[in-house]
């Protein structure tokens, strides 16, 4: 949309239509009600009006009742034009759009989990495998890419019956999903677990997890590890999703062998996955001799900037999350 002082207004649209206009200023005319009659005469056939100017405070509700567009030179713009809708106090300005902010919860957040694994492995699933692979109904699923789609994060595309999702910014889609779904949780538990290092304690905790059928998933710093990222010293716990059920985070820590522990003295903290963000997606990783269940690399990521130069991990991280290097 172009408007310039001496030339005719002309709004140019994606598909290559165009619609011609007229500027009027708010000085030729006398009352807000004429201006309304003239517009009304004057617009035809692909033809739209706008009062640009000094528009006075008594004319706008005229102008805005009588569907007359406007823009003032103190910002203020109401524009309302085929396909085109603006109203704004900032016109002129840079203006950042103020949009509510994203929720992800529940079936939600391991939805837009699984769609950026998916997406960064170069698929563009149907809604219904994405449901599917994320352990959620179809409804929640959809439900979700809407909010993503709404916040410009991905695209839908449908074909027959089906619709695909494709992410156009995976970048922006992970540092939502961190933000709102990195470690911890909003329940933990502390633990003793004995072993050589805190790689041998992920080790046996996930073979006594097995051994009990409790869903387990270590990740921070221990997590990434196993995935192939060293840092220069040893993370001090092993830190770890845990998928309790109906039972409580305690009954779970007893079950898997932890000694109860102050903070200080702990080298397992357990967090309640009741999202199911951390369990969905966990891989049977080697470390040297040893074996862990570990989250997913995308989660390990989210879940690093809370500990010590997480950051810096992080950035070593991403290459594994991105193309397995």
Wanted: proline residues 5%.
């Amino acid at each position: 949309l172009a408007v310039q002082r001496g030339r005719l207004p002309r709004g140019e649209y994606e598909d290559g239509s165009a619609r011609a206009g007229r500027v009027v200023e708010p000085g030729s005319v006398g009352r807000a009600d004429e201006r309304g009659g003239e517009a009304r005469r004057a617009a035809g056939p692909g033809r739209v009006v706008l009062v640009a100017g000094a528009v006075p405070l008594s004319w706008r509700a005229a102008l805005r009742e009588a569907g007359v567009s406007f823009v003032d030179v103190s910002g203020v713009a109401e524009i309302d034009w085929p396909r085109i809708r603006v109203s704004s106090r900032r016109f002129g300005r840079s203006v950042q759009r103020q949009r509510a902010s994203l929720p992800l919860q529940k079936g939600h957040a391991a939805v837009t989990q699984e769609l950026l694994v998916q997406a960064l492995e170069g698929s563009k699933p149907w809604i219904g495998e994405l449901a599917a692979s994320a352990g959620v109904s179809v409804p929640t699923a959809s439900k979700a890419v809407s909010q993503l789609e709404a916040h410009g994060l991905v695209v839908k595309h449908r074909d027959a019956h089906r619709v695909s999702v494709e992410v156009v910014d995976p970048v922006g889609l992970a540092q939502r999903l961190a933000d709102r779904t990195g470690w911890p949780g909003e329940e933990t538990v502390f633990g003793y677990l004995w072993g050589r290092t805190v790689f041998d304690v992920a080790s046996r905790l996930s073979a006594v997890a097995s051994r009990v059928d409790v869903e387990i998933a270590v990740t921070g710093r221990v997590g990434a590890a196993y995935l192939g990222v060293f840092g220069t010293t040893s993370p001090k716990d092993v830190r770890a999703w845990v998928g309790v059920g109906d039972r409580s985070l305690e009954n779970v820590a007893e079950m898997l062998g932890l000694e109860p522990a102050t903070d200080d003295a702990a080298n397992v903290v357990l967090s309640n996955d009741r999202w199911g963000v951390g369990v969905n997606g966990r891989l049977d990783a080697p470390f040297d001799d040893l074996q862990a269940w570990v989250a997913h690399p995308l989660r390990v990521w989210c879940d690093l900037p809370d500990e010590q130069r997480g950051s810096d991990y992080a950035a070593q991280m991403w290459s594994v999350v991105t193309d397995g290097s």
